[in-house]
């Protein structure tokens, strides 16, 4: 069951998406969990559709940034354990690669790619704060495969075990809503300022109804097996709704461009 609009925390891919969208959050966010700086950010949208294939599984990423050194960053919340992560980041990989590499293209301009999960319970089970992974050869681990992939789950559950200030604070507030760090006091006001704003609340609301329907009629697992013309037809009528394009996006699954292209 859905929560309650003025319920909502960081934890929750609403409110998530939400705080994100600020791209000085974002990147301070980005450069905390990677522990390095990053370009100047050149694109930032949430609830991207990526759709490899009318028969192929779409899958809709959180959030998805490109800087202006060409490395892109998608960043997904986690509430719940299904236990599926691993498999999941894989598949989310082998999507963006194949949507950001053009027909024609070389291989080699496939650009540096990051897959961010952040969830408030341990997926991996070894008590880390933090598991990064990259493709290493295991006849000799000092050689790494340079594929320009990179893979991170974050666990709140073991803030306490983080010797960074800033990144235990974050991790220390998703957990248990303690913002003690200039990052998560700014984070904070901001989840009140939307809680305040009533277009964000009906959005929310349109989104909830949304979902509810689309599991009802099946629409969901359609979209999900292929049946990508639905999600347009739906974007259609919104859009003679006069909805905003952005909410129609988030909706429907596809993204802002292809909404803007009906």
Known sequence: MKKKF????????????????DEAICKEFLEMVLADKIGKITYLSSQNAVV??????????DLLIKDEAGKSYDIEMQISNEHNIPKRMRYYQAAIDISFLDKGAH??????????????????????PLYTFENICLEDLHTPLQDGTKKIIINAEAFSKVEDAELKGFLEYLKTGAANTDLTGRIEAMIRTVKQNEQARQEYRFMS???????????????????YQKAFETAKNLLAMNLPIENIAQATGLSIEEVKAL
């Open 6 to 21: 003025d319920e909502l925390t960081l934890a929750d891919d609403f409110m998530f998406c939400k705080v994100m969208r």
């Open 52 to 61: 490899t294939g009318s028969e192929s599984k779409s899958v809709r990423l």
């Open 107 to 128: 291989y080699k301009t496939l650009n540096d790619s990051y897959i961010i999960f952040v969830c408030v319970f341990d997926a991996l089970g070894k008590g880390k």
């Open 209 to 227: 109804a949304f979902e509810m329907d689309a599991r009802e009629e099946g629409i969901q697992q359609g979209i999900e097996q292929g049946a």
